[in-house]
C-alpha cells in the first residue's frame, strides 16, 4: 500500500507567521506608589469636604457653658418640680402676617399672669444660624407681644424665659420650648 500525497494539504503544514506579541506593560513599585497615593488622596479630599460642610453648618455649641450648667443640674430639677408646682400654661402663636410672635402666659386658675419680664431666644430648630433674642411687651392681662418681622416660612422655636419684673431677680420662674410653624 503506497500513500499518496499531493500539494493541496501542503498549505496547512506550514505554519502561518504569527502577529507580533503586545507588549505587556510590568506593574512596577512605581505604579503601586501613585495608585496608593491617589487612593488616599480621594479619601482625604472627601473627608475634608464633609469635616468643612459640617462645621460651617453647626458650630456645635448649643449650651453655653454645659459643664457648669451640668454640675447644677440638681438645682435644674428643683427648679421645674417649683415651675411644676405654680401650674402656669402658655399658648404661643406665630402671626405671620403681622411678623409678630404673640404669648399668653395663665396660672391655675386660667388667669393672666402679669409683670413679667419675658424673652424668648427665636431660631430654627436645626441651626443656631438664625437665632435671635427677643424681648416681649406686655399688651394685655398675661399676654406678651415681640415684633418679628419678615420670616420665611417652616419651622421655627421659641426658647421663653420669664422673670419676676418687681423682683429685681435675675431668676427665671418660668421656661418652655414651643415650636412654631409659618406656612409657605
Given amino acids: 500500500m503506497s500513500t499518496i500525497f499531493s500539494n493541496a494539504g501542503s498549505e496547512a503544514a506550514t505554519p502561518k507567521p504569527r502577529p507580533a506579541k503586545k507588549m505587556r506593560k510590568e506593574v512596577t513599585g512605581r505604579h503601586v506608589l501613585y495608585l496608593m497615593l491617589g487612593f488616599f488622596a480621594v479619601i482625604i479630599a472627601t473627608d475634608s469636604f464633609l469635616v468643612y460642610k459640617a462645621i460651617s453648618t453647626f458650630g456645635g455649641i448649643e449650651t453655653d457653658d454645659a459643664y457648669r450648667k451640668g454640675l447644677a443640674y440638681n438645682d435644674r430639677i428643683a427648679e421645674e418640680r417649683a415651675q411644676a408646682a405654680?401650674?402656669?400654661t402658655k399658648d404661643a402663636r406665630l402671626d405671620a402676617e403681622r411678623g409678630e410672635?404673640?404669648?399668653?402666659?395663665r396660672d391655675k386658675n386660667q388667669k393672666g399672669i402679669g409683670g413679667l419680664q419675658i424673652t424668648a431666644?427665636?431660631?430654627r430648630p436645626?441651626?443656631?444660624?438664625?437665632?435671635r433674642t427677643l424681648k416681649l411687651t406686655q399688651i394685655g392681662d398675661g399676654?406678651?407681644?415681640a415684633i418679628l418681622g419678615t420670616i420665611e416660612?417652616?419651622?421655627w422655636v421659641a426658647t421663653i424665659a420669664a422673670?419676676?419684673?418687681l423682683s429685681g431677680?435675675?431668676?427665671v420662674v418660668y421656661q418652655s420650648k414651643v415650636r412654631l410653624w409659618k406656612a409657605p
Avoid at 410672635?101 to 402666659?105: E, F, G, I, Y
Avoid at 436645626?126 to 437665632?131: C, S
Wanted: glycine content about 10%; aromatic content about 10%.
Fill in 86 to 88: 405654680l401650674g402656669w
Fill in 101 to 105: 410672635l404673640r404669648l399668653t402666659v
Fill in 121 to 123: 431666644v427665636f431660631g
Fill in 126 to 131: 436645626a441651626t443656631n444660624t438664625h437665632d
Fill in 143 to 145: 399676654e406678651y407681644m
Fill in 153 to 155: 416660612p417652616g419651622n
Fill in 163 to 165: 422673670r419676676e419684673a
Fill in 169 to 171: 431677680s435675675d431668676r
